[in-house]
């Protein structure tokens, strides 16, 4: 064999051992992998392959390590990468490398020439924030953090939560199998004795094997205020006949162990469900999902506990909050506020903390600033009280991946205000007597009908719910078998004068009970102020505003129809009056079907003189009594009524039938 043949034998062995680790790099990445991926794209890379660079620079975006991509995104758009892309996370890795002023060029060069319309709509939206990154800078406040030196290691440790003087994180601090999606150990759920920032090391114990399973990753905890229901992110066992998602699960601190945990039915199919978080009064779940019909990457939705002690009603937090980044580790405080982090609002780079408000009806969104937020990744947000708390951060300077910070707020004009409003269902009982009615679905609204929050009464009838300064309200209060209640509520003028405010906690009380009638077919109940010009049937403007509550009732009960009658007195022949009567009360269908009340559910009836409520009338206040307008139910859909009442049939029981969710 001569030189030449030797030295060409030579580059097809090289060549075919780079086509090998590309394909093996291929098959990681597409597996999820993304360590392994990495190891071999980064044996078989050409600074001239736009692809393979631009999958390594993804590898390492999807192992959280998108300030080692920078280099790859660069080489990938020099290499004629077609993958637009490209343009967008390569300005976010110079954004998390502090290189802000490449980052707005590359962005301001490819909105010139991009045509991928979902990409240049997040050039766009990425330029816009970095322009707003010199206030957030310059922005005024009195934090000071502190890197929680005696828990932290080289490993990581992040998602903290305090609960009776313990404080709860997740670690890979004791090494052990790889994960291959990230290169790093798998993680477990660790609990620790401590007073505030003072950590006691010795009583650092792992949780549980029945919560901790081996080569599994464990995510973020919460849990109940009396710390006996746990709620928990799991996935991510790396193996091919594993799941690939994350899922939340619940378990019970019962006789001394926890049970076996179970997957909340919340989970969506095929998604990434985590970073749960409880309300402090346990009966709202604030979550992370990249579930289908979301913004973009993770979003942050809401589930409600209801009286069965089930998990219903996932919503998403809407646009004032979710991006198409990401939204992720939610957290809801006794401040009102929601604090969570995001890549999708103007920040440093990376996942910073921010602050929603809401005041007015409307979410005004704060970023924490420096030094709660920094250009790597700050998240996880628990507060201790409202001006002390813990937090985590990748950021330089730490001791190793992910790190436990405290931190202080010494702002001198903290304050913090509560409105809560608070109140009973009631109805009466057969003795005319007004009591308690448990087992009510409390429903609070805003102005545009959309629904903040709900609770379900128990046996003493009590709801409570937080409202927000100067907002308007619709308190709605549903149960089977009674008239669904509406009641206008508003904190519109009521807001505590902050300059009066001498304690850093304010609480301000409102009260509004809610009286539910029962559905009796037959009944007829009268409707007030429904008056007629004389010899005439066409609704007058008082009597709309009146017909107006009939149809909010109509509307909130669909499972009653109704027979509306009009009554005269005896003043006039018996012809007349039923002739009258009867064009009033098909006047009077009309209208309410004008306001969308379906026909079939009414019926018109006109009972002249026929049914007396004063039969020898004398005075005009006796014949006033007699001329009436009145409805009622005529057929109640029961079993309508009990399916609209039962929400989705759910596996999980979040809480026994003995147990509340304090």
């Not at 942050?300 to 209801?306: D, E, F, G, R, V």
């Not at 780079?349 to 790597?376: M, Q, V």
């Not at 992910?402 to 702002?411: E, Q, R, S």
């Amino acid at each position: 064999m001569t030189f030449v043949n030797k030295l060409l034998y030579v580059f097809l062995i090289i060549a075919l051992a780079a086509c090998s680790a590309s394909k093996k790099a291929n098959k990681s990445f597409e597996s999820g992998e993304y360590s392994d991926a990495i190891y071999q794209y980064e044996k078989s890379i050409k600074p001239d392959d736009p692809e393979s660079n631009f999958l390594l620079a993804e590898a390492y975006r999807k192992s959280n390590r998108i300030q080692e991509a920078e280099p790859y995104y660069m080489a990938a758009i020099d290499a004629g990468i077609e993958d637009e892309s490209a343009y967008y996370y390569y300005a976010v890795a110079l954004k998390a490398n502090d290189d802000v002023e490449r980052a707005n060029k590359v962005l301001e060069n490819y909105l010139k020439k991009g045509q991928d319309e979902t990409v240049v709509a997040l050039a766009e939206r990425e330029l816009n924030n970095l322009g707003q990154l010199p206030d957030i800078e310059t922005r005024v406040n009195y934090f000071r953090v502190k890197n929680l030196e005696a828990l932290n290691t080289k490993y990581a440790e992040y998602s903290p939560f305090y609960s009776g003087g313990k404080l709860y994180f997740t670690s890979n601090r004791h090494g052990g199998k790889i994960y291959k999606g990230t290169g790093t150990p798998f993680t477990d759920i660790y609990v620790v004795n401590t007073r505030g920032a003072n950590v006691d090391i010795a009583t650092l114990e792992e949780l549980s094997p029945i919560v901790n399973e081996p080569n599994v990753n464990l995510g973020s905890i919460t849990m109940s205020k009396n710390g006996n229901t746990v709620i928990f992110a799991k996935g991510n066992s790396g193996k091919s006949s594993g799941s690939n998602e994350v899922n939340l699960f619940f378990t019970r601190f019962r006789n001394g162990t926890w049970q076996t945990p179970r997957p909340l039915s919340i989970n969506g199919q095929d998604s990434w469900d985590s970073t749960p978080s409880l309300s402090p009064d346990g009966t709202t779940l604030y979550f992370s999902s990249n579930r289908e019909g979301g913004f973009g990457g993770l979003d942050i939705y809401t589930a409600t506990l209801n009286r069965r002690g089930r998990w219903v009603d996932v919503r998403n937090m809407g646009e004032h909050i979710n991006t198409p980044g990401n939204e992720i580790f939610p957290y809801v405080g006794g401040t009102g506020k929601i604090y969570f982090s995001s890549d999708g609002w103007p920040g440093f780079g990376g996942l910073d903390i921010f602050e929603a408000t809401r005041e007015g009806g409307h979410i005004k969104l704060e970023n924490l600033g420096a030094p709660i937020n920094s250009n790597a990744d700050d998240f996880g947000l628990f507060l201790f009280n409202p001006s002390r708390g813990f937090f985590t951060s990748n950021r330089k300077g730490g001791k190793g991946d992910d790190d436990l910070y405290t931190f202080v707020n010494d702002d001198p004009d903290l304050k913090i205000v509560n409105y809560w409003l608070s109140g009973v269902t009631q109805t009466h009982d057969d003795n005319g007597t007004l009591g308690p009615l448990s087992n009510t679905k409390v429903i609070l609204r805003d102005k545009d009908n959309q629904i903040i929050d709900e609770k379900f009464t128990q046996v003493d009838g009590k709801y409570r719910f937080r409202v927000f300064s100067e907002e308007t309200y619709y308190l709605v209060a549903e149960k089977e078998d009674y008239f669904t209640t509406r009641i206008d509520f508003s904190t519109v003028g009521k807001s505590a004068n902050r300059e009066d405010l001498v304690e850093m906690i304010t609480n301000v009380e409102f009260n509004v009970d809610l009286p539910l009638d029962k559905i009796v077919v037959d009944k007829p109940i009268v409707l007030n102020n429904i008056y007629y010009d004389l010899n005439k049937a066409n609704i007058k403007e008082e009597a709309a505003a009146e017909l107006d509550k009939l149809v909010t009732l109509m509307k909130d009960n669909p499972t009653i129809n109704i027979e509306l009658s009009s009554h005269t007195d005896v003043r006039s022949s018996h012809d007349y009056n039923m002739n009258l009567s009867q064009r009033r009360a098909q006047s009077a269908v009309n209208y309410l079907a004008s306001q969308g009340i379906e026909g079939r559910r009414m019926i018109a009836k006109g009972y002249g003189e026929t049914k007396l409520i004063v039969k020898d009338a004398k005075t005009e206040e006796e014949h006033q009594v007699n001329r009436r307008t009145e409805f009622k139910v005529t057929k109640y859909n029961k079993k309508f009524a009990k399916q609209l009442a039962e929400d989705a049939d759910e596996t999980d029981r979040f809480f026994d039938d003995d147990e509340d969710s304090q």
